[in-house]
């Protein structure tokens, strides 16, 4: 039977949606399983696909609008139904699914065609005498779907974004990925600059209205607007919230680092893969949060939540934003577990690929901008977890070890914690313990 398209919740407690394209044409043929469209939320693009094979009936929200959850998006009706259901299933909608039908059947009927509609809920709707319109307009979509499936190149959510960026045409690309899908990898490097039009198209200060000086107009005129991602806009505000609303206090460690990079060449000369300071980093902080389950809780209004599993967001930084894929069960993973999980999930956010189940949940964080040459930092804690390890870059440096001075590699840490879910004496209590693993990786292993 006809059913309604509605957008899902892709993400825990997510309002809205980015309903980012139509990937097929309104009175287009599907089948179970394909995809309608693409949904970007703050965190990936996800596709929307057809529950049953069927007919795309009806788009009831156009590509580029930010969808509440739940909302009706599109009719799909099922092989042998005919537009009456369609219509028989629009008029039953509710105020706010009948405004949405209204804006759609305005902006694909025919100017000449707008008078013949009826009322429902107070919205309009095509009426029964606007069939032989409905029907004219299906089967010029049928033919202009069957028409464009034949150019239409497939591609990843990245290569899509990438190539509107750069204005490269999908039909252009040969695509390596399965089914000749296009993949990031895919598209030329020489087209990655902005054209001089695009470049004229997003300038600031074509005209200034109180006259300044030729100077200032210089300026104004450098300036380009880049607007913001729902990504970046989702970032902003979670940060700005976690700053104003979470108590941060900070404690800093120095580790030394010696014994740490000894046994990571010692594996590395025996394993065909390779491990990394990250890596370790990672297993010692699992480590310390084993030992002390207190410090894996999370802050909620009515309870403090504890976990049983030790879940560590990693940090990535993509050119779309940060990214913290998380890996599950730390504490049982092996050191080639953490190394292999760590690359997959990284390149999946590279990718733009993560799932939602794939960044949700953790109580603690780690980012590393050693390999940036910082050596010590301050992160911000990213809720609702309860902290987050700052960590630098492996440094040479003046060293006092049984009242002998030398040197040798240091590792500087800055723990950011919630104080409201974690005191004083236990962070600091979990940051020895932490470091204890760093300066003695061996007790990693058993």
């Given amino acids: 039977m006809a059913s309604v398209v509605r957008m899902p919740e892709i993400a825990a407690n997510a309002e809205s949606a980015t309903l980012l394209s139509w990937e097929v044409d309104s009175g287009a043929s599907v089948r179970a399983g394909d995809t309608l469209a693409l949904i970007e939320t703050d965190k990936a693009t996800v596709d929307l696909v057809a529950e049953h094979d069927g007919t795309l009936s009806h788009i009831l929200a ?59 809920g107070g919205q309009d709707l095509p009426g029964p005498e606007t069939a032989s319109a409905a029907d004219s307009t299906q089967q010029m979509a049928s033919v202009q779907t069957t028409e464009s499936s034949q150019h239409r190149q497939f591609a990843s959510p990245l290569a899509r974004r990438l190539a509107a960026e750069r204005g490269i045409d ?8 399965p089914n000749g899908r296009v993949v990031k990898r895919d598209l030329p490097q020489a087209a990655s600059q902005p054209s001089t039009q695009a470049e004229h198209d997003t300038t ?16 104004l005129n450098a300036v380009v607007r880049v607007p913001h991602s729902k990504m970046r806009k989702t970032i902003a505000r979670r940060l700005s919230e976690s700053k104003a609303t979470v108590p ?64 560590i967001s990693v940090a990535v930084s993509t050119d779309k934003g940060l990214y913290t894929p998380v890996l599950r069960r730390v504490e049982k993973m092996s050191l080639t577990e953490i190394s292999q999980s760590v690359r997959t999930l990284a390149q999946r956010a590279r990718d733009d690929e993560l799932l939602p189940h794939e960044y949700q949940g953790g109580a603690f964080s780690i980012s590393n901008l050693g390999m940036y040459g910082v050596s010590r930092f301050s992160a911000i804690i990213n809720p609702p977890q309860s902290a987050i390890l ?57």
């Fill in 248 to 311: 941060h206090f900070y404690l800093d460690a120095e580790c030394r680092a010696g014994a740490l990079l000894t046994m990571r060449d010692q594996i590395n000369g025996s394993i065909e893969g390779k491990i990394s300071i990250n890596d370790l980093i990672i297993k010692a902080a699992a480590c310390a949060l084993r030992d002390l389950p207190e410090m894996n809780v999370t802050w909620t209004e009515e309870d403090m939540l504890r976990y049983r599993d030790v879940d």
């Fill in 390 to 446: 700052a960590v630098g870059a492996v440094q040479r440096a003046p060293v006092v070890v049984n009242d002998q001075l030398g040197i040798e590699p240091v590792l500087k840490c800055t723990l950011s914690v919630d104080h409201r879910a974690i005191d004083g004496a236990l962070a600091a209590q979990w940051l020895s313990r932490y470091t204890r693993y760093i300066e003695q990786p061996w007790a990693m292993l058993v």
């Fill in 170 to 177: 999908l039909r252009s690309v040969r695509g390596s990925g």
């Fill in 62 to 120: 156009p590509a580029g609008r930010d969808v509440a959850v739940g909302a009706a998006v599109a009719v799909l009706l099922a092989n042998g139904e005919s537009e009456a259901q369609a219509q028989a299933l629009l008029a039953s909608f509710s105020a706010e699914s009948a405004s949405l039908a209204a804006d759609a059947a305005l902006a694909e009927t025919p100017s000449h065609g707008a008078d013949a509609s009826c009322r429902a």
């Fill in 204 to 219: 600031v200060g074509t005209s200034v209205r109180s006259g300044p000086s030729e100077q200032l107009a210089a300026i």
